[in-house]
């Protein structure tokens, strides 16, 4: 990775403003060539991959057109709209799929999203509720077949708590909206009464905790009424990837089959690509680290716990945490047989 100067970062930094990106590799016969290797891919704005949208990491020989915008809506056109060739999507319906023997989409080892859970349960102020003490307890869920809450329930089973001998309750955190869950639920688990959010049966005291991606509106860390179950929740998950080697990903790089078989070598050059942007973010962070003012013992800190590369792509890097994912999937009742990380990106190793 060549180097960033701080003049470089925010003369680039300012273009990238509200922009969609195409990236192209050249001028002239290299341009026309590029043309034939075009590639659109749907994403949600993350910050992560601001080098992807100023341009200062490209593809080589391709052009990207790099769609970024509201992740439902780059979620939803990732996987179905004929226009776009790929891009972000959920793990957790993508072995869904190919449980299904559905192969339409094409699993590229890139985590666009990880995200630790710990931090994510929420209970009443003053409850008297423990990690340890979740058998038995009514526990709210904001999805129930989404990447989120199969690492949910990973997080139970790593507390010593059995997720069937929870009760649980799928419904949306703050608005009383109908949560759609695409596969059977089991007999401990029931959607939450209509007109009713997991944060009305939380203060209602019909639930005894929640799982939810978001704080809810009525969280506030020392006033409440709704608090974090772990308030100290970043040394608990430093020893949950100590212990189990996993940063969670939960969405996935996805390309339509058509898209791969007629160019399979995108594979391995976008896996390159997107460790060229975190290579080059992870830079830009150390030579411009304002937004907070400790931003750059935090990412000492990181480093030190994680390592430098704790946002890697690639699968040999990323095999531990997909395959405790698959695991958990299988003992959720999500799939039908315990599938295999190798199935899941079999077409990525096949080349």
């Known amino acids: 990775m060549s180097g960033l100067s701080r003049r470089q970062f925010l003369e680039t930094a300012g273009a990238a403003a509200g922009a969609s990106l195409i990236a192209t590799p050249g001028a002239g016969a290299a341009q026309d060539s590029a043309a034939s290797s075009s590639i659109t ?49 959920s793990l957790a319906q993508h072995i869904l799929r190919v449980d299904r023997g559905d192969r339409s989409l094409v699993a590229v080892p890139v985590f666009i999203l990880r995200n630790f859970t710990v931090r994510d349960l929420y209970t009443v102020k003053g409850s008297p509720l423990t990690p340890p003490g979740l ?42 909206t109908p949560i759609n869950v695409p596969v059977p639920l089991p007999s401990n688990v029931v959607l939450a009464p209509s007109g009713k959010s997991l944060t009305d049966l939380l203060l209602a005291r019909e639930i005894d905790a929640f799982f939810a991606p978001l704080p809810p509106r009525s969280y506030h860390a020392g006033d409440g009424p709704i608090v974090r ?7 608990v998950e430093a020893r949950y990837f100590k212990d189990t080697g996993c940063y969670p990903p939960q969405h996935v790089l996805l390309l339509r089959r058509a898209v791969w078989e007629s160019r399979p070598a995108l594979g391995p050059m976008l896996v390159d690509l997107f460790q060229q ?28 716990l994680m390592g430098p590369d704790y946002h890697a792509h690639g699968l040999e890097k990323n095999r531990q945490a997909m395959d405790v994912f698959c695991q958990s999937a299988f003992d959720d009742g999500l799939t039908g047989r315990r599938l295999t990380v190798d199935e899941v990106f079999a077409e990525f190793l096949k080349g």
């Open 41 to 89: 891919l749907a994403c949600a704005d993350y910050i992560r991959y601001t080098p992807l949208a100023t341009g200062d990491v490209r593809p080589t020989g391709a052009t990207l057109t790099w769609l970024r915008g509201d992740r439902s809506e780059m979620l939803r056109r990732a996987s179905s709209d004929p226009t776009v060739d790929g891009g972000e999507n």
């Open 229 to 235: 179950l772990v308030p100290e929740f970043r040394p």
């Open 277 to 304: 942007c975190e290579a080059r973010f992870h830079a830009s962070q150390r030579l411009y680290p304002y937004n907070a003012p400790w931003l750059i013992a935090e990412i000492e800190e990181t480093e030190r």
């Open 135 to 176: 058998n038995g307890r009514r526990i709210g869920i904001y999805n129930w077949a989404a990447s989120g809450a199969v690492w949910y329930r990973q997080l139970v089973r790593y507390f010593g708590q059995d997720p069937k001998r929870v009760n649980w309750v799928v419904g949306s955190p703050d608005a009383a």
